[in-house]
């Protein structure tokens, strides 16, 4: 029998905002998958395309990007120039087949522990159903 | 001898005290700061959002330059700063002594919980029996008598609630590591004296008491408790208040003669509370009112207990003393309680309602309603509730709950996807601050309705389902229903603001709060004590920020005056300096393996394997049980003499052990960047719960892929020494106004050059022609005197009918020309202020220019100054606000019209009693305690009349279109009597606001931003209001925003506080995690000069390179991410870390 | 701009009488926040809601005041005094206007002046009400016929249900009340 | 008034009177030099030439189909330091866009460049260029001219090249002196279009006469732009659905070897050194054998896929579709198709087009607070 496919999903999240939501999440004991692992950035502005692009040629199932509300980011407005950047990946990458839903960008406050939570299992469940990236198994670099 | 003391105490750890707080440990002092509160941020713990961005950004705070002073994280999880000493549960008692030199007596409560072994898994919570409201989440919902005070807070510490612990021991039973602290052995030790007349209280109180374990004695008379007080040491005496022999407080008095480190708590009927609380004040620690529960009495003698025996009392030796304890809310349940609050759960107040809405709060941020948590479709806020009342002695307005209302509103409608219909029932609409108004339209445009109207009450709908609102339009009375209602409650007086006041000789004002002294927001009549934020008045966070900034300058003032240092000494610690960038990284991996735990889940020699295969990766140290005391020293024992110069600690709960990182970095000689702790353990290890397999696949390789992410995440740590750049330490300051002169004061105070420029002839600015205050207060003798004091100081140069020519450079190092021609000087400044002040708007409306009768508020002062106007000769005067303000192009609020017309109009009336005076308004801004002066105006007949801007007065004047009427006349409309009106009169007055006159030319030079009307826009208008996104580049007064003139001057000080923070030293060091630019790569497309939000980057123009500020560098990599090719990196979080980072977040397949 | 209600008020107005001048005292400083209004159990059978009312007494429009019916409408049931967020004494303000109405014999205010007045009387006189003398002095100072048909069909039902008498009540009051009206006025002209 | 000007034939035939025309603004004082196509005196190679004495722009071949660089670049090269002159450069509209663009990068100065943007009637791969010119024995840059104008194929053997076949924007737009081909009898004198002040006051200096419009031009530009934009159109598609997978964008790129041709010759791609050749990608040699072990098998040299996505994200939004990635490809991969393609989508998502205004800011450089909230969020 095959065994179900556990997605993997690399989230970049800011320092100020998601990463402190995640970390609520994590003690208040809010449950959430584990498949997604975290990369602590300063700030969403910095997330290089390069970064999200190698995640889903590494064979990453989902990339999530996550910072602060507009309006509440520590460096003024790195999360709306990442925001226009995701806008621009996203349109690339949907040509190669790389489809939108494994590309997200959310908002998520520093006490937003329960949407972090909510946002990693409805991604999960999105990917599941999107099933697996084709790069996780092929000797594409 | 008096002692020299470069150190400050702040009493209150919210907004404003953590705003005092950083910016005087950024200057160098070192700080107390003391909270009643278990954790830090005070009411902004709550709030997740505030206006008017409706989010949060209080990471803001924190430092901007030298950032590696203070933790670099959510403010909500902690702050750390080498100079901040923080307090928390603490109280502070006594303060003795005078500016410079204060001596502090503080007690710090105890919570019996130890913060270097809780681990904050919560078990306790979990075994607790004891259930209390949750005053965090405002009473919606409950906790335990043991809990974690702020839900974010780290380390994630609990402490127990005394006045509700019944000491059961549950939940010393549970706790895995021992934490807490409930010994029952000392409980004999502790003697209870039980003096009371009826022998039944005696007897119930002994069986009690005794049947806890403590030791318990009685007596029937004052006489007789005397006597066995004078013959053996008691801890405790419950005393009544009415002894058969004597006195209660007779007793007590002699009683604490006998033993004066002796408890006495008051036993009183409900009768004599008043008796009670003057027993208080002759010494007893507290009373309490029979008859007695015994649900309530054990905690109470609990507390008492854990008080006297472990309860600290410590004494601070401070040089100056910042009271910020903030302010409290009026409690729509005291009284006639209209609204139904306490009895209807709907009926919420408005901090209640930021929990409902909050990701911590009791409903996880889900907009239901707290009766049946069933979604709400309409809501309303009640304004003015215990505010502009005189029914519940509130002559006053709250100023911040118009905007808190309209910002909740927006956010329901945000939250309820536009669904959510919301309406706010207010008066005025009090939009005084710069980007207000604007606000305001935005929430009009979101769809918040709002009805200016006062709500009478709110009752029950007839089917009992939904909350009834009667109210009147125009139309007459309505009824309407809602699910939830918001009361946008009022401020009241700080609980403390008595006991400060006594202690102290501080003023209060009527209304029971702090006062501060005329011209000032801060000043108090005790030199050396500074009021900050709300505890004068309730104040946004903008105003409590600044009004922060001018308390801590204040307090520097006090302490630089009496001789304490402003420098810091530095470090002597070689291994916090040490440069491991030099160094390949060889990383030390200690993994904590829970006794066999660890090695039941997964393969422990695989992963060490597999570990130590990492090239960067010198040695796995297995240890155990480091929550326990002894796991933890042997663990830093181990560390010694290791030649590692990373190390990363793997263990659960990595967040328990955050504020213990600098322990680990001591102990092996490195820097605290260089030791990471990370969480391998799955979430719920502690809670005893043991790892589902078939739900997590926690295994060898999820361990292995956590720890190699961290080992590429310590990789990629760059910690070399920090480029210092040398400082020119005298400050520019730019408008001699009130503003200007202020600032310049403040800082020559701190014995710093500066120039002031001016282009007038004389300094003085707008106050040359203004009066008095509104509080009667003498302008003309404060700017005398402050102008005295400018030219009296020397290290003050004044350059009057000069401007700045021409600007460069950056923070610490400006360099600027000042007048022109050959009069020109070169200045060399550390800071720029600008305190280009303001002017009063230009207008062609309502007749204006067409008529002398119609004039401006400023002529008019200036001729009723001068004796040009008879009020007596006059019989009507006409006033109309906000003239081409509060719309676009001029979308903002003046602030100071209101008050001028009604000062004006009310010396009108005081002069001539017959005079008629008009004051035509589209909400009259009176904030705070002004709102005083608008009732006195209203008592003394002067008539108002609202207009909106749809339907705006007109005016004919004498002459106009063939009229031979000789006076003014001016057409309105009334809308409550539904009726236009005329007014005739002698003297129109219009208030035509403030327009700034900031030089864009040097602004630009300066790289600091200019905002849509020309004033000076802030880096962040609620967290840094006086500074630019520039460093060293900073504005108050009027060029800031419109504002009064103690307000000018509260940003004066403020932004001279942050300026002398960047002159102080010899030196700035800059951050670590900056951005630097391979030149190599470089292509100079200039992305990142714009990219850059702080303005960091520029071309060098002898190279035509970019060349990075690393002052002004915050590290955020909008630089980087921008860059094509990687010409910019981040010092910390390159692309070859990253891509690591990436590789190890895949893992194994 | 200009509303319907016709010709603009002029201010300053002419201070023919001061006969708004105490009250406009008492109420000074209303801000119109309606609440008043909101607690009126009566507001809905107003012509004038009394935000306007009070709004007018400041303004001093003596004429749409004693125009409207508002003040004779007031029940006195003190809910918008206890409210009122300026403290002011609107129901003694109320009663002030009633006064000043039947004073002045206001025309709209006559009805209920007359009917207090006969009502007044007629217990001065007997020390208890006496309805039918009551009626009969109200008809008389009224002055219009109608008034009396309107009332026959009341008249006749409570006559039948023996509410009220035919007969005039020959008894003596046994607490004489006249001395207690003597003193009231005697009171209120003091003031 | 019109914006038209006239020179009249002065004998011979057009690539005469362009030479002319050359001559005469060259002549010009404010004029220190003059890019312009040249024939190679081996007449084997016409190159952009920077020629400053007037009687060597007898070589000038303006309407030659060879486009072995894309001038922009040389430009850059000219005037990113600063240059203390002016010059005059004779441009396709694809190498007019690319200048604008790299002038938004600082990469370019406009104010020493004037502008003369030819009509653009397409141009050859190089290689195909070399089988024009063995097939007509020279250059036959003016029959080709004919040939293109009146539709006729202009070689027998070889097509012009991909990019120019489905390029449907041929008019040089952002020229200060357009010279217009299109919609123009090749047996009159050179009809030019003023597009800027300074245009203008050189065809005044020069003598040129003012001139209607020519009649025909505006039809013809728009039927061709018609039928250019349903080609591209259909190569859009056509090249989606070879690479709507990754494994199918691995086949469509698998002739590639790393040489980093495509992006020395792309004119937009502006780094001095691209980051796939800098130390970011020198990996360390165990991390090859880490990702050879994670999926069994790494293809050498590594992050090809990789870096194309990445040129395409960072170069989409400014490509111009000029072609010369394709011609600079040793191995024939249609890159051309694929940028252009996918550059349409990225420029459309930010209602940009790569050299339309100076004034556009690239689309990365700029934002919004309220702009594409559509993305954020899991679209639930």
């Known amino acids: 029998m095959e065994e179900e496919f556990e997605p993997t999903i690399i989230a970049f999240v800011c320092n100020w905002c998601t990463y402190t939501a995640a970390d609520l999440a994590g003690t208040s004991r809010l449950v959430y998958p584990p498949n997604v692992r975290l990369i602590r950035v300063m700030c969403t502005g910095m997330v290089d395309p390069k970064y999200i692009i190698k995640a889903f040629l590494e064979g990453a199932d989902a990339v999530l990007v996550s910072g602060c509300h507009p309006g509440d980011c520590h460096y003024i407005n790195g999360n709306l120039k990442a925001r226009r950047r995701m806008r621009l990946l996203k349109e690339v990458l949907s040509v190669f087949g790389i489809e939108p839903e494994r590309l997200r960008l959310t908002w998520i406050g520093a006490s937003d522990g329960i949407e972090f939570a909510d946002t990693i299992k409805e991604m999960v469940a999105q990917v599941k159903r999107i099933g697996p990236n084709a790069c996780k198994h092929q000797t594409v670099v | 001898m ?45 709030l997740d959002h505030q206006f008017p961005t409706n989010r949060c950004g209080m990471c803001k705070l924190l430092p901007a330059v030298e950032p590696d002073q203070a933790s670099q994280q959510c403010l909500r999880r902690g702050l750390f700063h080498g100079n901040i000493e923080i307090l928390a549960s603490a109280e502070v008692m006594d303060i003795s002594g005078e500016a410079g030199n204060f001596c502090a007596t503080l007690h710090q409560h105890p919570t019996l919980v130890d913060p270097n072994r809780c681990m904050g898994c919560g078990q306790c919570a979990e075994a607790c029996p004891v259930e209390v409201k949750d005053t965090f989440n405002a009473g919606l919902s409950t906790r335990k008598a043991i809990y974690q005070p702020a839900p974010q807070a780290l380390p994630g510490t609990h402490v127990i609630d005394l006045s509700a612990c019944t000491h059961c021991g549950e939940c010393v039973s549970v706790c895995p590591t021992g934490a807490i602290r409930m010994a029952a052995a000392d409980r004999k030790k502790f003697k209870i004296l039980v003096a009371d007349e009826a022998s039944s209280v005696r007897e119930q109180l002994q069986t009690l008491m005794a049947g806890e374990g403590f030791l318990v004695d009685t007596a029937e008379s004052g006489e007789a408790a005397l006597e066995k007080l004078k013959s053996e040491a008691f801890h405790l005496v419950l005393l009544d208040i009415k002894m058969p022999d004597m006195e209660g407080v007779d007793v007590l008095k002699e009683a604490l003669a006998v033993q004066p480190s002796l408890q006495v708590v008051m036993t009183t009927a409900c009768a004599a509370v008043q008796s009670a609380v003057e027993s208080i004040k002759a010494g007893a620690a507290d009373y309490l009112v029979k008859p007695f529960s015994e649900d309530f009495l054990l905690p109470q003698i609990y507390r008492f207990y854990e008080e006297s025996g472990k309860g600290r009392q410590r004494e601070l030796s401070v040089g100056a003393v910042i009271i910020a304890t903030g302010c409290r809310y009026f409690n729509p349940a005291e009284g006639k309680d209209i609204f139904g609050y306490g009895l209807y759960p709907d009926v919420v107040t408005h901090l209640a309602f930021e929990r409902l809405i909050s990701g911590t709060g009791p409903f996880g941020g889900r907009l239901v309603r707290p009766s049946d948590r069933r979604p709400v479709n309409k809501i309303a806020w009640i304004q003015c509730v215990g505010s502009r009342d005189l029914q519940t002695d509130s002559d006053f307005c709250s100023s911040i709950c118009c905007m808190s209302a309209v910002k909740e509103a927006m956010l329901a409608r945000e939250i309820g996807g536009g669904q959510v219909e919301t309406v706010i029932f207010h008066m005025d609409l009090r939009v005084f601050e710069k980007p207000f108004q604007q606000y305001l339209d935005d929430a009009k445009r979101s769809g918040v309705r709002f009805q200016r109207c006062r709500v009478h009450s709110v009752a029950c709908s007839e089917d009992g389902a939904r909350l009834a609102i009667r109210y009147v339009d125009m139309d007459g009375a309505r009824e309407a229903l809602f699910d939830l209602v918001v009361l946008s409650v009022g401020q009241r007086p700080a609980e403390d603001a008595e006991k400060f006041s006594e202690m102290l000789g501080l003023e209060l004002n009527p209304w029971g709060y702090l006062a501060p002294r005329p011209f000032s927001l801060t000043e108090t009549s005790a030199p050396g004590v500074f009021l900050g934020g709300a505890v004068s008045g309730l104040t946004d966070i903008n105003d409590a920020v600044i009004r922060a900034g001018a308390a801590a300058c204040g307090a520097s003032k006090a302490i630089h005056k009496s001789g304490g240092s402003l420098e810091t000494v530095e470090s002597a610690d070689d291994g916090r300096d040490r440069d491991i960038n030099r160094e390949e990284p060889n990383i030390l991996v200690i993994l904590c393996v829970c006794g066999d735990r660890l090695k039941a889940l997964i393969d422990m020699d695989v992963l060490l394997d597999r570990i130590q295969t990492e090239p960067a990766v010198s040695q796995c140290l297995e240890v155990d049980g480091l929550c326990s005391p002894d796991g933890w020293a042997k663990m830093l024992e181990e560390l010694k003499d290791k030649p590692v110069n990373r190390i990363l600690l793997a263990t659960c709960a990595a967040n328990a052990y955050a504020h213990r990182r600098l322990e680990i970095a001591d102990a092996a000689g490195l820097p605290e960047a260089a030791v990471q702790i990370k969480d391998v ?127 460069r450079g950056s923070v610490g190092r400006f360099q600027s020309t000042i007048g022109e021609g050959k009069n020109a000087q070169t200045g060399h400044h550390g800071a720029v202020l600008l305190a280009t002040g303001g002017v009063e708007g230009a207008t062609e409306s309502y007749g204006y220019g067409k008529s002398p009768a119609v004039m401006t508020q400023k002529a008019f002062e200036t001729a009723r100054s001068e004796g040009r106007i008879d009020p007596a000769a006059l019989s009507s005067v006409a006033m109309i606000q906000c003239v081409d303000c509060r719309e676009p192009p001029r979308n903002y609020c003046s602030r100071v019209c209101c008050l001028s017309s009604l000062k004006h109009a009310m010396y009108l009336k005081e002069q001539n009693p017959d005079l008629s005076v008009y004051i035509l308004y589209r909400d009259m801004m009176t904030p705070g305690f002004y709102e005083t002066y ?216 | 701009m200009l509303s319907a209600t016709g010709s603009p008020t002029v201010y300053p107005e002419e201070k023919a009488e001061d006969l708004l001048g105490p009250l406009q005292e008492k109420l000074c400083a209303c801000i119109q926040c309606g609440t008043c209004t909101a607690s009126c159990r009566n507001a809905h059978l107003m012509d004038f809601t009394p935000r306007r009312l009070w709004r007018l007494v400041l303004m001093g429009q003596t004429e749409e005041i004693f125009h409207s019916k508002t003040f004779a409408l007031c029940s006195a049931c003190y809910y918008c005094t206890l409210r009122c967020p300026r403290g ?102 003091q003031q | 008034m ?379």
């Open chain 2, 2 to 46: 008096a002692e020299k003391s470069g150190s400050a105490l702040v009493i209150g750890a919210g907004i404003s005290g953590l705003r005092s707080a950083i910016d005087l440990a950024e200057t160098g002092y070192h700080v107390f700061l003391v909270d009643k509160a278990p954790h830090i941020g005070g009411i902004l713990e709550q």
């Open chain 2, 681 to 807: 353990f799955p979430s719920d290890w502690f809670a005893g719960g043991a790892p589902a397999k078939e739900q997590t696949p926690y295994n060898t390789g999820y361990v292995e892929r956590c720890l190699k992410l961290a080992i590429a995440g310590l990789k990629g740590i760059h910690w070399g020494p920090a480029e210092k750049i040398p400082v020119y330490q005298s400050a520019l300051i730019i408008g001699g106004g009130i503003a200007g002169m202020t600032a310049a004061l403040a800082i020559a105070g701190h014995g710093f050059r500066v120039d002031l420029v001016e282009k007038a002839e004389q300094l003085g600015g707008n106050l040359n022609w203004l009066g008095r205050t509104i509080d009667g207060a003498d302008v003309a003798e404060r700017l005398q005197t402050t102008v005295s004091r400018v030219n009296d100081n020397s290290l003050i140069h004044v350059h009057l009918n000069s401007t700045v020519a021409d600007i």
């Open chain 2, 934 to 1149: 608008y009732t006195q105006a209203r008592r003394k007949g002067i008539i108002f009349f609202p207009y909106t801007p749809e339907a705006k007065p007109e005016v004919v004047v004498p002459g106009q279109n063939g009229d031979g009427a000789s006076r003014l006349r001016i057409r309105a409309n009334d809308p409550i009597i539904g009726q236009s009106v005329e007014i005739e009169a002698d003297l129109l007055i219009l208030a035509t606001g403030i327009t700034p006159v900031l030089p864009g030319d040097l602004m630009s030079k300066l790289r600091a931003e200019v905002d849509e009307h020309g004033f000076f826009k802030e880096a962040d208008f609620k967290w840094r209001p006086v500074e630019s996104l520039a460093a060293g580049v900073f504005a108050c007064g009027l060029a800031l925003s419109p504002r009064l003139i103690d307000e000018s001057m509260a940003s004066a000080e403020a932004a001279a506080m942050r300026a002398v923070r960047m002159i102080n030293r010899q030196y700035l060091t800059a951050g670590r995690k900056i951005a630097v630019v391979r030149h190599s790569l470089c292509s100079g497309c200039q992305l990142c000069i714009s990219a850059c939000p702080y303005g960091a980057r520029e071309i060098d123009p002898e190279f035509g390179r970019i060349e990075v500020n690393p002052l002004k560098c915050q590290g955020c990599g909008a630089c980087a991410a921008i860059c094509p090719n990687s010409a910019t990196v981040l010092a910390e979080g390159s692309e070859t870390e990253m891509f690591e980072m990436i590789d190890a977040a895949m893992g194994p397949v």
């Open chain 3, 88 to 189: 002011l004494p609107l129901t003694d303000a109320m009663n002030l206007l009633k006064q000043l109405g039947a004073k002045k014999d206001v025309a709209g205010y006559r009805p209920n002046a007359r009917f207090y007045g006969s009502f007044l009387d007629s217990v001065r006189r007997h020390g208890r009400i006496n309805e039918v003398e009551f009626m009969r002095r109200y008809f008389i100072l009224m002055k219009n016929p109608a008034i009396p048909i309107k009332f026959t069909p009341l008249g006749i039902r409570l006559l039948r249900k023996k509410k009220i008498s035919m007969l005039p009540n020959k008894r003596k009051p046994e607490y004489p009340l006249d001395q207690f009206f003597q003193r009231v006025e005697k009171l209120e002209n």
């Open chain 4, 2 to 380: 019109t914006d038209w000007y006239k020179i009249d034939r002065q004998g011979g035939d057009r690539l005469t009177d362009i030479r002319q025309f050359l001559k005469s603004v060259l002549g010009l004082e404010s004029v220190s030099a003059m890019l312009v196509p040249r024939q190679l005196p081996t007449k084997d190679a016409v190159m952009p030439s920077l020629v400053s004495r007037p009687v060597l722009l007898d070589d000038a071949d303006p309407l030659a189909p060879a486009f072995a660089v894309n001038s922009a670049k040389n430009i850059s090269q000219l005037t990113r330091k600063g240059l203390d002159a002016n010059i005059a450069a004779v441009l396709r509209p694809c190498e007019i866009r690319a200048h604008i663009e790299l002038v938004k990068l600082h990469q370019s100065a406009s104010e020493p460049v004037l502008i003369i943007g030819m009509d653009c009637l397409g141009a050859f791969s190089n290689r195909c260029y070399q089988a024009f010119l063995e097939e007509n024995e020279g250059p036959a840059s003016e029959a080709f001219c004919r040939a293109r104008l009146s539709g006729a194929e202009p070689s027998n053997t070889v097509e012009i090249s991909p990019a120019c076949r489905m390029c449907e924007q041929p008019i040089p737009e952002g020229a200060d002196i357009i010279l217009g081909l299109y919609g123009i009898s090749l047996d009159e004198g050179l009809f030019l279009q003023a597009r800027t002040e300074r245009g203008k006051e050189v065809l005044d200096n020069i003598g040129a006469r003012g001139a209607k419009a020519p009649e025909q031009r505006e039809q013809v530009v728009q039927s061709l732009i018609k039928e250019r934009t349903e080609k591209r159109d259909q190569v859009f598609e056509e090249t989606a659905a070879a690479v709507n997978t990754i494994e199918k964008l691995s086949e469509y790129l698998s002739g590639c070897v790393n040489c980093y041709n495509c992006r020395v010759a792309c004119p937009a791609c502006y780094c001095r050194e691209c980051v796939f050749t800098t130390d970011v990608f020198d990996h360390d040699p165990l991390q090859y054998l880490k990702w050879s072990e994670r999926k069994g098998a790494l293809k050498m040299p590594t992050d090809t896929i990789f870096y194309h996505i990445t040129r395409l994200v960072h170069m989409g939004t400014a490509c111009v579709g000029c072609g010369q990635c394709a011609n600079a490809c040793p191995n024939d991969i249609p890159l051309t198709q694929l940028f252009r393609m996918v550059a349409h989508r990225t420029q459309a998502a930010f209602d940009y087009q790569a050299g339309r205004s100076a004034d556009e800011p690239p689309p990365l450089t700029i934002f919004k607070e309220e702009e594409f909230d559509e993305i954020v969020g899991l679209g639930s």
